[in-house]
């Protein structure tokens, strides 16, 4: 499969945990970007790396959220002291800064804090 | 004032109609603008994109764009049950860094 995989799929985790989230884009992909996605709501931004710098992040991010890409592969988006409020969907996508038209997704992490 | 602003719906339109999907966006210097399909569970699917005024068709899908109004919409022609899903509209903001999507809008084809 080349395409953006997630890991792991689900995570339940008691509120003030932590819980780290895995990234793999599209091989040859330099651009990984990270949304969050909550129910009847659209994908919201978190923040982007292009190779293993992070070029943005959006304002609404808590500082409980970290990413790192370290060596411009793969990514991993960290939550610290869990909320319930951080219950959503973890996307990721990946596209070429050459072509940011074709963003494909991975298939989230469903995160529930209990 | 939302950067995407999508009638949240739902949308229901028999099989074979022509179903059309509406978008506004804010930032008038917004170069480029997606559509995405997402079913139930599964994440978005690009479907589309567009970035000069007017119409680009393909296959059943045709985006249309009117950058003076800050408009896009999606139709999609001959429905099939299959288009079911949540359809998002996404907009790349004027430095290129961002996606800004929309909340999407349900699409029922009834058959």
């Known amino acids: 499969d080349t395409g953006v995989s997630q890991d792991p799929r689900h995570k339940i985790t008691k509120r003030g945990q932590n819980v780290t989230f895995r990234c793999d884009p599209i091989s040859e992909h330099n651009r990984l970007y990270w949304y969050r996605q909550t129910l009847g709501q659209g994908p919201e931004f978190l923040t982007y790396f292009q190779n293993e710098a992070q070029l943005e992040k959006s304002r609404l991010l808590s500082d409980r959220f970290s990413a790192e890409r370290p060596k411009g592969s793969f990514s991993t988006l960290e939550i610290q002291r869990t909320e319930q409020g951080d219950s959503a969907m973890y996307l990721c996508?990946?596209?070429?800064?050459?072509?940011?038209?074709?963003?494909?997704f991975g298939p989230g992490t469903r995160l529930t804090v209990l | 004032q939302k950067e995407v602003e999508q009638n949240s719906g739902p949308l229901s339109v028999p099989e074979g109609a022509i179903a059309s999907l509406n978008c506004t966006y804010s930032?008038?210097?917004?170069?480029?603008f997606f559509w995405y399909r997402q079913y139930s569970g599964k994440s978005p699917e690009l479907i589309m994109f567009?970035?000069?005024?007017g119409d680009k068709e393909d296959g059943r899908f045709t985006a249309q764009l009117n950058k003076a109004s800050q408009y896009v919409s999606l139709l999609i022609r001959d429905s099939q049950p299959s288009d079911s899903a949540t359809y998002l509209c996404a907009v790349l903001s004027n430095t290129g860094n961002q996606f800004y999507f929309g909340t999407g809008t349900s699409l029922t084809v009834i058959p």
């Open positions: 996508a990946s596209s070429l800064a050459s072509n940011l038209d074709e963003q494909f």
């Open positions: 930032d008038r210097g917004s170069q480029s």
């Open positions: 567009i970035y000069s005024n």
